[in-house]
């Protein structure tokens, strides 16, 4: 995609990938893109014997990716179409990880509902969603974010509840 590059991430044990990441703005890319070749989470191991795995806001997909390179099945939920076209090309450069990841484009609620995100100019794939009537703003009501800051990230997505999920 647009404004794109690959980044080679390299955890413990395991084969190293390609991964599709931001160029600019977004510092899980920018940590990718430095020759440290993973974020947060080195070995991956300490999540366990592969299973299945819900990644719920798959963000450009480094954890849904991670967990798929150590044989987990993983269904990614991640409505921004901005991170979906990162996670959409890494699926294409990896074949073998692709036949592990289920990805959805939908949001997870607690409520049926359409909504919109929000993201700061300098993390512009970490969202904030945003729905009709939403009274969540920040951390606590004494401490609001302050949304003047924020900007529109896409179009309305859709948000599901998890059993309703196929």
């Known amino acids: 995609p647009e404004g794109a590059a690959w980044a080679e991430v390299r955890l413990a044990r395991l084969p190293a990938?390609?991964?599709?990441?931001r160029t600019e703005n977004d510092p899980l890319s920018s940590e990718l893109l430095k020759d440290k070749g993973y974020w947060e989470?080195?070995?991956?191991?300490?999540w366990g014997e592969p299973g299945e795995a819900l990644d719920i806001g798959g963000n450009i997909?480094?954890?849904?990716?991670?967990?798929?390179?150590?044989?987990?099945n993983v269904t990614t939920f991640e409505p921004m179409d901005r991170n979906t076209a990162l996670i959409e090309a890494t699926l294409c450069e990896n074949p073998s990880l692709a036949s592990r990841v289920k990805l959805l484009k939908i949001g997870l609620g607690?409520?049926?509902q359409v909504c919109s995100m929000i993201t700061l100019p300098n993390n512009v794939g970490n969202g904030c969603v945003r729905c009709s009537g939403d009274v969540n703003k920040g951390a606590d009501l004494a401490n609001?974010?302050?949304e003047s800051l924020y900007v529109t990230a896409g179009a309305h997505f859709r948000i599901r509840r998890l059993e309703e999920v196929p």
């Open 61 to 72: 997909g480094y954890y849904t990716f991670a967990l798929a390179q150590a044989g987990w």
């Open 17 to 21: 990938f390609h991964m599709a990441v």
């Open 110 to 112: 607690t409520q049926n």
């Open 144 to 146: 609001p974010w302050d």
């Open 41 to 46: 989470i080195e070995d991956v191991s300490v």
